[in-house]
């Protein structure tokens, strides 16, 4: 399937389409948060290893949550539970900014990275339960790719606007994670408001 037609099969499907975007949205504060851990971790500390231990942090919850997942998969609606964690990440990134001091910090990363682990295992699972079966692997790969090119403009994002200060960067990434939601939300809403589309047999009537 030519990427162009996986693009308008993930435009019509409203779970595909909504959470598509809010990962591309959330995977712009996920790009950058390495960057700024490594400025945040240095002025908290005063050393260079103590932004590489944020960062570090970061994966082993990155980790933890991958495992905690393998164990105890998700259940219900994968739509349901993105939204859920994309807050739960949101809550997470903005404790990385208030925290008040170095050992906050390397929990308040490492909580972060576990949500976004668990998120993006529910992503998973919308792809392949919303997905048509001969769309499947084009609507996984062309996900992929959105959410990874989202990923690297929001590192080079961080990288230009982590001198404003690594709290305030951080604030600001947890407010973009919040707007997915918020996006996802408004997008729900306005697809229930519209009337559904007409039966072949009404129309011919």
């Given at each position: 399937?030519?990427?162009?037609?996986?693009?308008?099969?993930?435009?019509?499907?409203?779970?595909?389409?909504r959470?598509?975007?809010?990962?591309m949205?959330?995977?712009?504060?996920?790009?950058?948060?390495?960057?700024?851990?490594?400025?945040?971790?240095?002025?908290?500390?005063?050393?260079?290893?103590?932004?590489?231990?944020?960062?570090?942090?970061?994966?082993?919850?990155?980790?933890?949550?991958?495992?905690?997942?393998?164990a105890f998969?998700?259940?219900?609606?994968?739509?349901?539970?993105?939204?859920?964690?994309?807050?739960?990440?949101?809550?997470?990134?903005?404790?990385?900014?208030?925290?008040?001091?170095?050992?906050?910090?390397?929990?308040?990363?490492?909580?972060?990275?576990?949500?976004?682990?668990?998120?993006f295992?529910?992503s998973?699972?919308?792809?392949?339960?919303?997905?048509?079966?001969?769309?499947?692997?084009?609507?996984?790969?062309?996900?992929?790719?959105?959410?990874?090119?989202?990923?690297?403009?929001?590192?080079?994002?961080?990288?230009?606007?982590?001198?404003?200060?690594?709290?305030?960067?951080?604030?600001?990434?947890a407010?973009?994670?919040?707007?997915?939601?918020?996006?996802?939300?408004?997008?729900?809403?306005?697809?229930?408001?519209?009337?559904?589309?007409?039966?072949?047999?009404?129309?011919?009537?």
């Amino acid at each position: 399937m030519p990427v162009r037609d996986a693009l308008e099969v993930i435009v019509r499907k409203g779970p595909l389409r909504r959470v598509m975007i809010a990962m591309m949205i959330t995977s712009v504060s996920t790009g950058g948060v390495m960057v700024i851990a490594v400025v945040f971790g240095r002025n908290l500390q005063g050393s260079p290893g103590a932004g590489a231990a944020l960062g570090a942090a970061y994966g082993v919850g990155n980790l933890c949550g991958a495992l905690l997942t393998g164990a105890f998969p998700l259940t219900g609606e994968p739509e349901r539970w993105v939204m859920r964690l994309i807050a739960a990440n949101a809550v997470a990134v903005g404790l990385c900014a208030l925290v008040p001091g170095y050992v906050f910090a390397l929990a308040a990363f490492a909580l972060a990275g576990a949500t976004s682990a668990v998120l993006f295992t529910a992503s998973l699972a919308v792809r392949s339960v919303y997905s048509p079966p001969n769309a499947r692997a084009q609507v996984f790969v062309t996900m992929a790719g959105l959410k990874m090119a989202a990923g690297s403009a929001g590192t080079a994002l961080a990288g230009t606007l982590v001198g404003i200060g690594p709290r305030l960067a951080l604030c600001l990434n947890a407010v973009v994670v919040a707007s997915a939601v918020t996006i996802a939300l408004t997008d729900l809403r306005l697809t229930r408001r519209r009337p559904p589309a007409a039966a072949p047999e009404d129309a011919r009537a």
